[in-house]
């Protein structure tokens, strides 16, 4: 059988794989990292968000060989050895934008590669827009929102510009 | 053979093709959702470890996007408004992850009669370069496609990039289309425009193409021709959609789909006149 040696929050691993292993069948099943969930297995509902290589992807609909050399941070890799949340987390709580928790993990995932990935700010219709790859099935994505916006300035260490509001 | 290869070099990944058909891979985001729980189609060559064919790049006369260039990347290209209408399609194909992920070149040899690039790369009189041990060829996209899901390309080729050609002045592109929603969901009918202009702001030329009306999609070179020469508005002529052949299908009936396609057609052409002054 085929290996795949990847990095995964920081720890190398190489694990033996079939051609069609999925790179979450990977995350959750040889490395118990059981945080990234599955929701539909057809790329549609972003449960099973996780970075490879600084970007956001659906490890349902990559291939376990891809990620050959890749470095995966998933949610289980966020919060500091001591305990202490990524600010996404943080406001996650704090705006209680979750309820049974199912797509947390992958909102998250991806709300982080979001805010990263505007450094010039986001208003609320980009956010919305940028999370659109994620589905929520009980909070009515309000208080989601309103997290990843209070996230932006904790994460960039600034606040939002005017402009972007 | 073996199930898996993940070639370093371009010539080990054709050499790999020479010796015997492959299921090509690239982003996996038509791949693998169409093979949930089933043994994957063949033999894969994954062609993500390829090295330099990633990058959107200028050249004199033309822009190249690689086989590896994802939809993120054509919105992350510093791109003219002639981009425009691919821009437009790349910020709707799936959401972030698949635009991260999915490449613009793996969205044409899929070939599917819905997919958001290739009335585009129609509008844009793409060409496909196709590398293989024999040479390298090039085809326009129309050749390219030549029903659901087929394509020109030999099982010994490589759809290595494509060549989008500089217009003569100032150009655009406009893309629309209509699902069920907004997002994630699989277009009913879809239509992309690019115009020249002249520098009196009347259209030198123009390409239209329709998707997901037939099983691949089409340009209207009726409508091309009755578009030049005039400045673009909405109203400005009844679109000539003989070679449409739409299906009636869960997603919308047939006679729906070219109601739809006339309204975008409209719409397109408003949109034309609307953002002219972007055209450079
Ligand atoms: S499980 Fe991956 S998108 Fe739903
Ligand atoms: S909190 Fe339940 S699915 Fe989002």
């Known amino acids: 059988m085929p290996q795949v040696t990847l990095t995964v929050n920081g720890k190398r691993h190489t694990v033996a794989v079939e051609g069609r292993t999925l790179l979450v069948e990977v995350l959750r099943e040889k490395l118990g990292l059981t945080g990234t969930h599955i929701g539909c297995d057809t790329s549609q509902c972003g449960a099973c968000v996780v970075h490879v290589n600084g970007d956001s992807v659906k490890s349902c609909t990559m291939l376990a060989l891809q990620a050959e050399g890749a470095e995966v941070t998933t949610i289980e890799g966020l919060a500091k050895p001591d305990g202490t949340l990524h600010p996404m987390q943080e406001m996650f709580r704090e705006h209680h934008a979750l309820q049974c928790g199912y797509c947390t993990p992958g909102m998250v995932m991806s709300a982080i590669d979001l805010v990263a990935k505007h450094p010039e700010g986001l208003t609320e219709r980009e956010i919305r827009e940028g999370l659109d790859g994620n589905l929520c099935r009980c909070t009515g994505y309000h208080n989601i929102v309103k997290a990843v916006a209070a996230a932006w300035p904790l994460m960039h260490q600034k606040a939002m510009p005017q402009a972007a509001e | ?280």
């Open chain 2, 1 to 280: 053979m073996d199930a898996w290869l993940r070639p370093t070099s371009l010539a080990d990944a054709l050499a790999a093709l020479a010796a015997g058909p492959r299921v090509i891979l690239a982003g996996g985001t038509d791949l693998y959702p169409s093979h949930v729980a089933r043994p994957l189609p063949g033999p894969i060559l994954d062609i993500t470890a390829l090295p330099d064919l990633r990058r959107i790049e200028a050249h004199p006369g033309y822009w190249r996007i690689p086989c590896l260039a994802t939809w993120s990347d054509v919105i992350g290209a510093d791109l003219p408004a002639l981009f425009d209408g691919l821009r437009a399609a790349a910020r709707q194909v799936g959401g972030v992850q698949v635009q991260n992920a999915g490449t613009v070149i793996g969205n044409l040899c899929n070939a599917s009669p819905a997919a958001d690039g290739i009335p585009n790369l129609l509008a844009l009189d793409a060409t496909v370069e196709l590398a293989s041990r024999a040479g390298t060829r090039h085809l326009g996209v129309a050749d390219f496609v030549q029903g659901n899901r087929r394509t020109a390309r030999r099982p010994d080729e490589l759809a290595v990039a494509l060549r989008i050609p500089r217009p003569a002045g100032p150009a655009l592109g406009v893309f629309e289309k209509l699902g069920a929603r907004r997002y994630l969901v699989i277009s009913i009918t879809m239509v992309a425009v690019v115009a020249e202009f002249d520098p009196a702001g009347r259209i030198r030329r123009a390409r239209v193409a329709v998707g997901a009306c037939g099983p691949r999609a089409l340009r209207l070179p009726g409508l091309e021709a009755a578009l030049a020469g005039r400045r673009p508005e909405p109203d400005l002529v009844t679109p000539d959609l003989a070679p449409l052949a739409p299906i009636d299908d869960v997603r919308a009936s047939a006679g729906y789909r070219l109601q739809a396609t006339e309204e975008l057609l409209r719409r397109a052409l408003g949109a034309l006149g609307t953002s002219r002054a972007r055209a450079a």
